[in-house]
């Protein structure tokens, strides 16, 4: 069964509103892409079930700019009420020009819903004719919902996971030089020989954009819906194995956190990143605190 890869994006006039409302704007966006997913699977047009599927946020362009989208691996079907799974019917999965505008819709209807909640009732940018004015910017363009050719097997999808849930805004390999005054660093461009140039930023403006990328505290940056939704995955994934026909995972094939995060990440997380040979042993378990309980609700 092939995996769909889309990628839903906010234009840059919220820009602004994002760097003061962070948390408010990246769950309207979770919320607006969500909702257009869902809907989209559950119009006997397209597929007429419950679908599944996995957002992952990404915040960053690759100078470090603010760029705020979604990536959505969404499986290629659905399960119907019947509990039959339920395949594309037109070589594609949705139509991403009409989900380019109801997603629109869904996120400037919710923004404009929650203008009068505490968390942006005080913004002017949401009052009176600047509402107004972002309203029409926001609608005189298409906003840009872009759909990737399919995944094809499992290894795929593992390693779509692996590029996607574990990046952040810029590793440690595209940094060439961090003096006291300025970081030089590799980007992509497509109109260069090798597909790379180098570019310099003021120190200072380099830790500014890349702080602008640190997430609220205890904010999840990766989420599952539909049959992936952790309510109720374990009984909608058991009738989507029946209706595909496929057992169940056999827990002796099941593998450990090593394994995975080495296979998917390409990480070995346990092994000590000074001498690359010891490995850490856990000595002592700290009972959680209220501290703890903020940071533990946090991306994975």
Not at 77 to 95: I, Q, T
Not at 191 to 211: H, M, N
Not at 244 to 262: C, R
Request: aromatic content about 10%; proline content about 7%; charged content about 20%.
């Amino acid at each position: 069964m092939p995996y769909f890869h889309l990628v839903f994006t906010l234009p840059h006039a919220l820009n602004g509103l994002i760097a003061r409302h962070t948390r408010a704007l990246y769950d309207i966006l979770f919320n607006a892409a969500s909702s257009t997913l869902s809907e989209f699977a559950a119009n006997p047009r397209w597929l007429g079930g419950t679908a599944a599927f996995t957002l992952v946020l990404h915040t960053w362009k690759q100078d470090l700019g603010r760029h705020v989208h979604v990536h959505a691996l969404v499986a290629g079907g659905a399960l119907n009420k019947e509990g039959e799974w339920v395949l594309p019917r037109r070589g594609f999965l949705f139509p991403v020009k009409a989900m380019s505008k109801v997603f629109r819709a869904k996120f400037v209807f919710d923004l404009a819903a929650q203008r009068g909640t505490t968390t942006l009732r005080d913004d002017p940018v949401l009052a009176g004719r600047s509402w107004l004015e972002l309203k029409t910017i926001l609608f005189q363009n298409d906003w840009v919902v872009y759909a990737k050719q399919p995944l094809g097997g499992p290894e795929q999808v593992l390693d779509y996971l692996g590029r996607y849930t574990h990046r952040v805004a810029i590793s440690n390999e595209r940094i060439i030089q961090a003096a006291p005054d300025q970081v030089r660093f590799r980007v992509r461009d497509a109109e260069r020989p090798k597909g790379r140039r180098v570019i310099a930023l003021p120190a200072t403006l380099f830790i500014a954009r890349y702080l602008q990328h640190v997430l609220p505290n205890g904010y999840k940056r990766i989420r599952h819906y539909g049959l992936l939704s952790p309510a109720l995955k374990k009984q909608l994934l058991a009738a989507a194995r029946h209706a595909l026909g496929v057992p169940p995972p056999d827990p002796l094939t099941i593998e450990s956190v090593d394994a995975f995060m080495a296979r998917v990440a390409h990480l070995e997380w346990g092994r000590c990143p000074h001498c690359q040979n010891g490995r850490f042993v856990v000595i002592q378990v700290v009972a959680m605190t209220s501290v703890c309980k903020a940071s533990s609700t946090g991306p994975p």
